[in-house]
Structure formats: C-alpha cells, structure tokens
C-alpha cells in the first residue's frame, strides 16, 4: 500500500492560516473516517494533535484543525506561532493486514 | 501521566539480531493494543507492527514480515520487538506507541537502530 500524498513543504507568516493536504485513495482515506495528524519538532517524538479526521485530544490549541472530503484530508493551522514550526504527518487506518499508512511529511516553515 | 520508554537499540552488522523493548507507565497496559513505529534518517514515519491487547493477534508491514516479532508482557506492562536478519534499510529510530481506538495516542521518545558492517 503507498504512502498518503503530502506536500514536502508549506509555509506561512505568523499570525496567517494554513493547509496542508493529505490524499490517499477510496481504500483508506476516503473509506474511513480515522484520519490522525501528527507534529513532530526535530529530534523529538511525533505528538497526536488530531485524530478521527477532526478531533482534538485534551490540551490540543484549537488553532488546530482538520477536515475531509472524498480521498483527501486537511489539516488548517490558524493563527501561525513560531512553534508551529515542525513536521506534519498525516495517518489513516486502512483495514487490511497492514492497518496503517502514513504520509510523507510536510515541512512547515513559520517566516 | 501516561508514558512509554524504549530501549534496546544500538548498532549491529547486517544479518544481526535486536531485541528493542518498550516500558509502559500511567495507563492500564493490558487495555490497548500497542504498536512499533519507525523513522529512517531524514525520512518520515513507517508503522512497523502491532499487537492486540491480550496478545492474540499481532500485524506486520510487508517488509519486516518472517524477521521480526512483536510481543508483550501485561505483567510486566513492557512491549518488545525481536529484530533478526537486519538490513540496512531497517536503520531507524524505533518508536513505542499506544494505539487508542484508531489512532497512536501517545509516542516514547524512541531507540536509535543503526544496522551498519
């Protein structure tokens, strides 16, 4: 099973909003609604930050946000931080043998 | 506080085997399935394996299938991944992550694999 299409880098002034998208195919992210989003600073472990395409785990700023339609995800970051400056990995459940897939990774840089 | 420490990494030549090992603490271990994670240099995120809470049914990615084994101990809320034939490509950093419903709710800080001659 390939990897979920994201763009290897996006970017963005502070206090601007973002998107990164996240497609896959009708076989995962369009067939279930179990799409997380994940942040990882360098030489850091990667922390949930959406899961179930849309929810925010406790503690999570809502400037996070996510959404889908058909085989694609989103994730939007409103008000840019300079700590917002990370990776972004997107993962979906796939119901196979191999339950799992993540995206590439986008590089979000804050200017 | 929910946490998970891995450890067990290190280098070793190619055809070597690995035993990584993941602590689990702050959280009813026995209650969640568990996965392995991993990240080449410089690459992004590959699940790796993951094993049902009582330990019935474990999954693997294509490419460590027939090499690796994941398995837990509920008694001792410890998670472990036994490693053998490793390749180059296996060269990661390991990570130990709970899976809560579907999704990896929280991550250790990982172990660094380095399979190199």
Redesign the interface.
Known sequence: QS?LTQPASVSGSPGQSITISCTGTSRDVGR?N?V?W?QQHPG?????II??VSNR?SGVSSRFSGSKSGNAASLTISGLQPEDEADY?C?S?TGT?????????TKLTVL | EVQVVESGGGLVQPGGSLRLSCAASGFTFSRYWMSWVRQAPGKGLEWVANIKEDGSVKQYVDSVKGRCTISRDNAKDSLYLQMNSLRAEDTAVYYCATNQDYTFSSWGQGTLVIVSS
């Open positions: 990897a279930y179990y997380s994940y850091k472990a990667p922390k949930l899961y179930d785990p990995y993962s459940y043998s191999s339950p799992w897939i993540f995206g590439g990774g």
